[in-house]
Nanobody
Framework: QVQLVESGGGLVQPGGSLRLSCAAS????????MGWYRQAPGNQRELVASITGNGATNYADSVKGRFTISRDNAKNTVYLQMNSLKPEDTAVYYC?????????WGQGTQVTVSS
């Protein structure tokens, strides 16, 4: 099972951009469907975007056209490019990996959008 470590969070002004990275250990990364989830205080964790091993993507309606998920299987890394950030994007962002019955989570990285 892969281990996941996120990086790239921080404080950004509305309209700004951030890129999150999630580095995975293990040799089965390419088989995993990878996803980014987020959880704001008082809210449930929600799916932001996902990408299969073959590169098929899926996005929450709230981020379509602003966020892009991608992966580099050679580097065992998945990315989330976030543009046109809004205050409502503020949350802890978690990387997630799923393969058959295996599910793994990263520790999360804080994204704060504020002026």
């Amino acid at each position: 099972q892969v281990q996941l470590v996120e990086s790239g969070g921080g404080l950004v002004q509305p309209g700004g951009s951030l890129r999150l990275s999630c580095a995975a250990s293990g040799s089965m990364f390419r088989l995993y469907t990878m996803g980014w989830y987020r959880q704001a205080p008082g809210n449930q964790r929600e799916l932001v975007a996902s990408i299969t091993g073959n590169g098929a993507t899926n996005y929450a309606d709230s981020v379509k056209g602003r966020f892009t998920i991608s992966r580099d299987n050679a580097k065992n890394t998945v990315y989330l490019q976030m543009n046109s950030l809004k205050p409502e994007d503020t949350a802890v962002y978690y990387c997630n990996g799923q393969f058959q019955s295996l599910v793994t989570w990263g520790q999360g990285t804080q994204v704060t959008v504020s002026s």
